[in-house]
């Protein structure tokens, strides 16, 4: 049974950092693509990141285009999310997920159960 369990969210002001994690268990990690997505009170569920199994390959929102990083340490079934210059807007329960093969894409077949990230302005 695949699990993922978040971890990093909290309380940031405006203009900081703040990187979120997701341990996987259950798979052989690095044969899955990984994803954030991020949902805002009262609004659906949107695409942040993807990476591919291996982390060469990385895709964004164009909202965190060039603030948000995602990576991963296959050696510790683990993903990350960095989160720079971090706005109010950004505030969401964040989930990480997994895909159904190691290329990055949207489609995700496995979700962890989400963290929550607050901006203060």
């Known amino acids: 049974q695949v699990q993922l369990v978040e971890s990093g969210g909290g309380l940031v002001q405006a203009g900081g950092s703040l990187r979120l994690s997701c341990t996987a268990s259950?798979?052989?990690?690095?044969?899955?693509?990984m994803g954030w997505f991020r949902q805002a009170p009262g609004k659906e569920r949107k695409f942040v990141a993807t990476?591919?199994?291996?982390?060469?390959?990385?895709f964004y929102a164009d909202s965190v285009k060039g603030r948000f990083t995602a990576s991963r340490d296959n050696a510790k079934n683990t993903v990350y999310l960095q989160m720079n210059r971090l706005e109010p807007e950004d505030t969401a329960v964040y989930y990480c997920?997994?895909?159904?093969?190691?290329?990055?894409?949207?489609?995700?077949?496995?979700w962890g159960k989400g963290t929550l990230v607050t901006v203060s302005s």
């Open positions: 259950g798979r052989t990690f690095s044969s899955y693509a």
């Open positions: 990476i591919s199994g291996s982390g060469v390959s990385t």
């Open positions: 997920a997994m895909g159904r093969s190691s290329m990055p894409n949207y489609d995700m077949e496995y």
